[in-house]
């Protein structure tokens, strides 16, 4: 079993949707919520995934593919 | 010795000791160094900064490092050049340009590595590593060549080999990564997470990030011992920007400089300004984008410290100010043009910013700014290619003067 950290940011039209619940229910993951900051024109989430790393990254793709965009928590790491 | 008092968390305030971490376990928050100002007010003086070394290193009392031991590159200590051409140019009388295009590996960055460098050898790690597409990863490998460690640096496969020959010429281990920005980013957190190293700005994040504060020293020393009424910042991350508010600062706390009422201008270039897009919806939530710009040392679309660029702003009663991507090479230009300084595409953003501000009136004629300069222009060429327009002539007298009447106003 391993931790993972990320950031989830909802666009506007996926902010009503039980995006993490679902994790919970489809995959093998269990969640973890740290911080959130959800509005009606953007939302964003940090938490902690735990689980496997395959069952994590599927749940992290299945999460991608529905169109939120997925980031370290701490940021860009790539620097000019 | 270094004065610490502890790691912080900016987000929730909870403290953590002095070690190679970079994030609350408790809400993920990025930690930040803080220190024991009553101990450092009691060794810390005009006269003492005076003394010290030709370096960033002169403000050691302020810098979380066992100064003793610095991986020591002469970073700092670069030129605060009064303006008055390119003031005329756009509009002011007190402009002045702090020019840190002329650290030795030519960028800002050899201040938070010369930090992150000596902090990781402090820490007992042997390798250094970065993920980057230009100015950290030459500021990374020649630290890790004067330091002795092992360096690892990480950049997107597809970057032109030209843009790295200023980091591989120092032999670190270069890892080209097939993949897109996000996957490389990505790959690096995990690596960041996962291997043994100071991987520099993601666990010893907190520590780097404190060689900022260096550029609001200098400044405010060369002007006399003030701050200035304006300072005018590129941001890709955020961090050097509320590190320049945090110097000021602490100066003023400490009473080598007055009250600062310095307003805090972040610029970003319109194809990466997420900060920007936050200021202009009056929100602290900073949406992350997909960088587009050429002005790659500013292409951060998901920046760590964006929020707290927001509260700096906030605090200083300052703005934040997009520079369009047309407008970018013409700033490059002007600063060459008017004050011999050839920077990057980062100064050309500063330069169109700084335009922007005294158009739009948010900077007055007579109020005395600092626009921050941070990279070279030789590593940008490719922007301002088409500034090259050279008379030809034959090699004779009569030919070259002939060329001349035709092409040059004597």
Not at chain 2, 171 to 195: F, K, M, Q
Request: proline content about 5%.
């Amino acid at each position: 079993m391993v931790n993972k950290r990320v950031k989830f940011t909802f666009p506007p039209v996926l902010i009503t949707e039980p995006v993490i619940h679902k994790i919970g229910q489809d995959f093998n993951v269990v969640t973890n919520i740290r911080q959130a900051d959800v509005r009606e024109e953007m939302g964003w989430v940090v938490l902690e995934l735990t689980g496997t790393t395959g069952e994590i990254e599927k749940s992290l793709d299945w999460v991608r593919s529905l169109g939120v965009r997925i980031d370290p928590v701490g940021g860009d790491v790539v620097e000019g | 010795m270094p004065r610490i008092s502890a790691l912080i968390c900016r987000s929730c305030g909870r403290k953590y000791p002095v070690e190679p971490i970079n994030a609350c376990d408790y809400c993920f928050g990025p930690l930040e160094v803080t220190y024991d100002y009553n101990a450092i007010a009691k060794v810390i003086s005009r006269e003492k900064i005076q003394k010290g070394p030709y370096s960033m290193l002169r403000y050691h009392d302020l810098l979380p490092i066992d100064v003793e031991n610095a991986v020591e590159i002469n970073a700092g200590f670069t030129p605060l050049m009064r303006c008055n051409n390119l003031g005329k140019a756009v509009g002011l009388e007190n402009l002045y340009i702090k020019n840190d295009s002329v650290n030795p590996t030519f960028s800002f960055k050899d201040r938070v590595v010369t930090i992150a460098a000596t902090k990781a050898r402090e820490f007992g790690f042997d390798t250094l590593a970065c993920a980057s597409t230009g100015n950290l990863a030459c500021s990374v490998a020649a630290h890790a060549a004067r330091a002795g460690m092992k360096a690892f640096v990480f950049i997107p496969a597809d970057l032109e080999r030209g843009k790295v020959v200023g980091a591989a010429i120092y032999n670190p281990t270069l890892i080209a990564v097939d993949g897109s920005y996000d996957e490389v980013n990505r790959l690096c957190s995990e690596i960041g997470d996962n291997y043994p190293w100071a991987f520099v700005n993601i666990n010893i994040r907190p520590f780097y990030a404190e060689g900022s504060k260096t550029l609001a020293y200098e400044v405010a020393e060369q002007l006399g011992w003030k701050a200035p009424d304006h300072t005018v910042v590129p941001a890709a991350s955020g961090s050097m920007f509320t590190k320049i508010w945090k110097g000021l600062k602490e100066f003023s706390s400490l009473g080598l400089i007055g009250k600062v009422s310095t307003r805090m201008h972040v610029a970003q270039p319109e194809g990466c300004s997420p900060i920007i897009e936050a200021y202009d919806s009056k929100t602290l939530q900073v949406k992350p984008v997909k960088a587009n710009t050429i002005a790659k040392s500013l292409a951060i679309g998901n920046p760590t410290d964006g929020i707290y660029a927001l509260k700096t702003i906030q605090e200083s009663k300052g703005s934040a100010v997009i520079a369009m991507e047309a407008e970018i090479a013409n700033g490059i230009k002007l600063l060459a043009e008017t004050e011999g300084i050839f920077t990057e595409t980062a100064g050309g953003v500063v330069i169109a910013g700084l335009k922007r501000l005294v158009d739009e009136g948010r900077i007055k004629r007579d109020e005395l700014t600092v626009a921050y300069i941070t990279g070279n222009g030789l590593k940008t060429i490719e922007a301002v290619e088409d500034a090259v327009k050279p008379v030809f002539t034959k090699p004779n007298l009569e030919a070259f003067e002939k060329a001349m009447h035709a092409g040059v106003t004597l």
